[in-house]
């Protein structure tokens, strides 16, 4: 999970510095002014003064400067996509739902992914395109419902920082045997003081690093020695023995719900990745994510699938995901997942405040980056007094708030089908592919049955 932290080690430095420079961090960005932040700009014409030749070899090396500037951006925006869905509540979810549903979870893992990909390859290319962010291009398409998509994304991410701070809570109870809620108060306090301190991100930022690595080289690790039938699981995702779509809805809400649709899109525009000739790497951009994305879902899922498949039963009211690596892994192993999975969780408040405080922007032009820091200090605060007054167990949050984001996620994926149907307008002239099109209104209409159905579900398990 590295580079969600690098983002967020930005963030923490530019908001505690000089608010002029707009934060490389979980969709920063602004509804006021240009699309690229001041030091991101593309190189302006050399000095006057200058010869020729110096002035030519400045512009050269300052345009070099600024691709590499922007292909950094679409490496953060492809990791700060696929990070921000591998957290606590995907680890939790993915646990849950492989206890109940076994191999044949492998089936929703792989739906999830191919809706992940209509989504984003849609989303991606459409903001890319208009230049605009989505609320604006919302506004433009259908008055009034930039405001409806920025309020659902608000309360989406209010949800998610419910669960981070669950997850945190969790996380601490794996390491130092901590009451869940007083951890979850810790980290989110600890979180806030991060948030305000000028060099503690970049400190977090390169021991995130190091602990994402280890992570995932767990994940493998576990994956491998836990012994999962591989076969079985590999057909079942193709010809499943059932199908649960509220596990499915849960999963897509957790990984594409929310901000998460729109924070790399964001991050790509801030950068000055804007108009129809950049389609293509915006493209790779998202399909890279979605795949790096999808690989760490399957990977994790046949290390828990293993562990439930030798006969353990994972308490999913408890932590599953940490009883499914205490037993492949021994004592050492879930002291190191506890630890990732609340350094994971505090990172992940930070961001998800961070970047839903950015959506309260579209309701007044006045809020500038000062006032930002205070709403996602407020954000966090908001979200830890809901939590510790939210008598459900933190791994029931943690399924929940990806549901909830996946009941709410097919309202703004309608419409960006409706843009790209009926308000060809707002696409400056670009002719946008059909079979895109055919295949977003394919999952709008797939999210929106599942959501249907899925909704009993989901709200029972916080009854």
Known sequence: MPHKVNNLGLLFTNLAGSTRTRPATEAAWTYQGEAMADNERAPEPADTEHSADTEHAGTAEQAKDFVKRRRASLIGAIFMMATSAIGPGFITQTATFTQQLGAAFAFGILISILIDLAIQLNVWRMVTVTGKFAPTLANQAIPGA??????????????????????????????????????????????IAIFLARRAGVIVDRVLIVLGVGMILLTLYVAIVSGPPVGDALRQTVLPDTINFAAIT????????????????????????????????????????????????????????????????????????????????????????????????????????????????????????????????????????????????????????GGLNGLVLPIGLAVFMYIGWFRSDLLKGYRYPKWLLIIGTLATILTVYMAIVSIGPIFALIS
């Open 146 to 191: 930039g405001y409806v998509l920025a309020v659902l994304i608000i309360i989406g991410g209010l949800a998610f920082n419910i669960g981070n701070i669950a997850g945190a809570g969790l996380g601490l109870n794996v390491i130092f045997g901590l009451d869940p809620k007083i951890g979850g108060a810790l980290s989110a306090a600890l979180a």
């Open 250 to 401: 849960t999963i897509v809400g957790g990984t594409v719900g929310g901000y998460i649709t729109y924070s790399g899109a964001h991050k790509m525009l801030d950068s000055g990745t804007v108009g129809a000739e950049h389609v293509k790497e915006v493209n790779r951009a998202a399909v890279n994510g979605i795949v790096v994305t999808g690989v760490m879902r399957y990977v994790l899922f046949l290390a828990v699938l293993g562990v439930v498949a030798s006969g353990v039963v994972l308490d999913t009211a408890g932590n599953p995901g940490a009883d499914a690596f205490q037993a492949a892994a021994g004592e050492v192993g879930l002291r190191f997942f506890g630890l990732v999975f609340w350094a994971a969780a505090v990172s992940s408040v930070i961001g998800a405040a961070f970047t839903s405080s950015s959506f309260f922007v579209v309701f007044s032009q006045k809020i500038d980056q000062r006032i930002r820091r205070f709403i996602t200090i407020g954000f966090i605060a908001v979200s830890t007094v809901l939590y510790l007054l939210w008598g459900a167990a933190p791994a029931t949050i943690l399924v929940f708030v």
